[in-house]
Each structure stands twice: as C-alpha cells, then as structure tokens.
C-alpha cells in the first residue's frame, strides 16, 4: 500500500516519459521475469485506458525481432534491479538501431538507468526478497498513470489507485492471512498449483505462478482461462489446486466456464 501511496503523490516524471510515449513511432516494453509479466500487463493497461497499442517482448528474446526498429521507436525497458543482463542487451540492440531508449527501474544508477536516454523511478524501495512483490506493483501503478496522461484522465486512474490502495490494506488485514494461512496449509503439500485468468488477471496469473514457484518450489502455472481446452485441461487431477481470479469486469462470465470446467475434472477451486 505505501508503494502505491508514493508514486501517487509524486508523478512528476510520468508526464515526460509519455510526451516521449505520445511522440513515438512505435513504443516496444521489454522486462525479464516479473518485469514481462509486467510488460504484458501494460499492453492491456495502455489499451484499456488510453486506446494505444503498445509492443512487448521478453528480454531474452528481443535481439531475434529488433529488425524492426528505426530511430523513431521507443524501448521501455522494466527491470527491478537494473542490471538483468537480457535486459541491457535488449538495450543495446535498440542503441544499434539508433532509438530512444527509456526505463522504468528501480534503482538509481544502475546500467539501465545509465544507458537509458530517459528514466522513471518505480520508487518500490529496497528489494529485500527474491519475490520483487513490490517492484511489479509499483510498474503496473505507473504504467496506469502512463497511460492515464495519454488519455487525459488522470483522475480517474488516481482514484482507482487510491481505491487500490485501501484494498490491499483489506487483503492484509489479520482476519485475511488468518484465512490465507488456513489455506496454504490444506494445498503446500500438493505438487501443481494452476492459476487462471482473462484480460489484465492473465498476466496477473502468470505472476502468481511465478512467485508460488520462486517462493516456495512448487510447480505452478498461469494460464489464460480461454486456453484451458488446448491441452491445460488434461493436465488436471482430483483434488488439484486451481486458483481463479475473477475481477468484477467482462472477464467474469467467461473465466468462471473455466472454472466450472476445472471443477469438473475434480480440481480444488480457489476464487
């Protein structure tokens, strides 16, 4: 929640980078791990709110599609430390190419803030675990500002994020993590955890698998709710841990046929 709190109330450099944004031919978002999901996040978010299409690609794989940059593109570089090295080299496939390169990072003087021509705070604070639970909270909350300026709708996106805020205070009042507790200790046993989701919960999912992954060591995995009948579905045993995010949006109705659909073969629904 403090996260969110100060990148609200200090913004100021979020205006630049989308004049850059706005004037761009072309802007392409790169980030590794989280960072994507990050990056994947954000084509919905500048969408949805702006109406722009925005590009993104995993870091590691940029070079094999960088062909396509002129110098009147743009490289949106997300990293937490920045120093993720399919990042920088990202980076300099884009320098070769004579474009502008920007960052969102998190740490002041980093390479990719050096390399960057113009750079944006997350302001997430000291990274203090491997699970960057911080740092992807503060790029989606500046990635809706980004896109709230391109829109000219700054109030809106600020009291949705200002509404977001007194959420995740709810979420980790002590009643919730008694429940959460409760809950991990019914699934931490179990072998695959699957996540899903429509829409911005997509890349939400692919977190959340991510970080049962890096925190735990259990095999988990995100999946858009749509694709479950390509081949996920078989994957489902009884009594499989399935978690489900169903935002109140026009994801809703079709992500809960996946559910039904997951519940179906025997798997343990979490909404």
Wanted: charged share 20%; net charge positive.
């Amino acid at each position: 929640p403090d996260v969110i709190r100060k990148i609200v109330a200090n913004n100021n450099m979020t205006t630049e980078l989308a004049k850059v944004i706005e004037h761009s031919f072309g802007t392409y978002m790169v980030g590794c791990g989280t960072a994507a999901y990050a990056c994947l996040a954000g084509t919905y978010i500048f969408s949805k709110i702006a109406k722009k299409h925005l590009n993104w690609s995993v870091g590691s794989e940029f070079g094999y599609i960088a062909d396509f940059l002129t110098p009147k593109s743009l490289v949106l570089a997300l990293s937490q430390s920045g120093e993720t090295i399919d990042v920088l080299e990202a980076v300099k496939a884009a320098r070769k190419k004579g474009s502008k390169v920007a960052s969102l990072v998190n740490v002041e003087g980093s390479t990719l803030f050096r390399m960057s021509d113009l750079n944006l705070l997350l302001g997430a604070g000291v990274e203090k675990a491997v699970v960057s639970t911080k740092a992807f909270t503060a790029k989606l909350a500046n990635l809706m500002l980004l896109a709230s300026i391109l829109s000219k709708n700054g109030n809106e996106v600020t009291n949705m994020l200002k509404k977001s805020i007194i959420a995740v205070e709810q979420v980790l009042n002590e009643k919730n993590l008694k429940e959460i507790r409760n809950l991990v200790d019914l699934i931490y046993k179990k072998e695959n955890i699957y996540v899903i989701g429509r829409g911005l919960s997509y890349p939400v999912a692919l977190e959340t698998a991510l970080k049962i992954k890096e925190a735990s060591y259990i095999h988990a995995e995100g999946f858009a709710a749509g694709e479950l009948k390509h081949g996920v579905i078989a994957l489902l045993e009884a009594g499989t841990p399935c978690i489900a995010f169903l935002p109140n949006d026009e994801t809703y109705d079709a992500t809960l046929a996946g559910v039904m659909d997951m519940k179906a073969r025997g798997g343990y629904i979490i909404g």
